[in-house]
């Protein structure tokens, strides 16, 4: 495997299941992402791993959970999630924690859904 | 507040050029960076401007104005893979990204 992976790719759960999203990156970077995309806005950073420390939390409710056990491996631990959650995830990698211009290096995403 | 406007949607022809232009207010600036997003696959990388002036890199080029808070996207020989939303996003002084909506950019034959 290749740069940043995510599964599951899609996910139906309801409000009252706990699930998690797993992310990889095959990059050698050292810093993560998480990222929420509704349609039609802008991507909403969630959280920021930097050599496995949080870095940043925007304000996201605790039923959302990150995980980061190595620099490799990032994940995202929902529970009693809200309808209004249904988006697409997406995990991300850069070399450095977004500074000094350091691209980023996106999966695919995890589409969830929430009935 | 800070806020990056960009067009929601965008339509083009096989063949020709197209700007794709995006304006930022943000709490101190560190560049602006564009990318390309084809529906239901991952954003990836196309371009960082920090300093003012024209980018080029094959048949994609990027501008920016830091004075007027102002980037474009060119994109030439446009081709049917180019279909896709391009997302403009810009660096502030805390090294956080804010992004805008996304354009997307619709190509006929």
């Known amino acids: 495997e290749t740069g940043v992976t995510q599964t599951p790719r899609h996910l139906v759960m309801g409000m009252t299941n706990k699930k998690s999203l797993k992310c990889e990156q095959h990059l050698g970077h050292n810093a993560m992402y998480w990222y929420k995309q509704s349609a039609k806005k802008p991507l909403e950073l969630m959280f920021v791993?930097?050599?496995?420390?949080?870095?940043e939390n925007n304000s996201v409710p605790s039923r959302f959970s990150p995980e980061c056990p190595n620099s490799s491996h990032l994940f995202l631990h929902l529970h009693t999630l809200q309808p209004e959650d249904s988006a697409l995830y997406l995990c991300?990698?850069?070399?450095?924690?977004?500074?000094?211009?350091?691209?980023?290096?996106f999966g695919p995403g995890t589409r969830l859904t929430v009935t | 507040g800070q806020n990056i406007d960009q067009p929601t949607e965008m339509t083009a022809t096989e063949g020709a050029i197209v700007q794709i232009n995006c304006t930022y207010q943000?709490?101190?600036?560190?560049?602006l960076f564009w990318y390309q997003q084809h529906a239901g696959e991952a954003p990836t990388f196309l371009s960082y401007?920090?300093l003012d002036g024209l980018e080029e890199k094959g048949r994609f080029s990027s501008f920016l104005s830091r004075s007027k808070g102002y980037s474009y996207l060119l994109l030439k020989e446009l081709q049917m893979k180019d279909s896709a939303s391009y997302l403009c996003?810009?660096?502030?002084?805390?090294?956080?990204?804010?992004w805008g909506a996304g354009t997307k950019l619709i190509i006929k034959p």
């Open positions: 996003a810009a660096l502030n002084s805390n090294y956080q990204l804010i």
């Open positions: 991300a990698s850069s070399q450095e924690d977004g500074r000094g211009g350091d691209e980023q290096y």
């Open positions: 791993y930097n050599f496995k420390e949080q870095t």
């Open positions: 943000t709490s101190g600036f560190n560049g």
């Open positions: 401007n920090v």
